[in-house]
C-alpha cells in the first residue's frame, strides 16, 4: 500500500521523466519501466518475489488510473 501511495504522489513526476509507461516499484524504489504490464511482469517477477512489488500504468492525469495489481502468492 506503501507503494501505491508513493506512485500516487510522485504520478508527475513520473510522467515527466518516463512518459506514458509501466512501472514497477518494490520499497519506494523504480524498479523498472516498461511498454506493456506483461513485460513488467515477466522481467520484475523473475527478480522478485511475488507480491513484494507493484505495476502500475504511468498515465498523463490521475483521473486515468484505472487498474491496480496486487499479487499474493503462498506456494504450498
Given at each position: 500500500m506503501e507503494d501505491y501511495k508513493y506512485f500516487q504522489e510522485n504520478l508527475e513526476v513520473f510522467y515527466k521523466e518516463y512518459g506514458h509507461c509501466f512501472i514497477a516499484i518494490k520499497n519506494k524504489k523504480v524498479l523498472g519501466t516498461?511498454?506493456?504490464?506483461?513485460?513488467?511482469?515477466?522481467?520484475?517477477?523473475?527478480?522478485?518475489?511475488?507480491?513484494?512489488?507493484?505495476?502500475?500504468?504511468?498515465?498523463?492525469s490521475p483521473s486515468?488510473?484505472?487498474?491496480?495489481?496486487?499479487?499474493?502468492?503462498?506456494?504450498?
Open positions: 516498461y511498454k506493456s504490464f506483461d513485460d513488467a511482469f515477466d522481467d520484475v517477477s523473475r527478480k522478485e518475489e511475488l507480491g513484494s512489488f507493484i505495476i502500475q500504468e504511468c498515465v498523463d486515468k488510473l484505472v487498474q491496480s495489481y496486487q499479487f499474493n502468492v503462498s506456494l504450498v
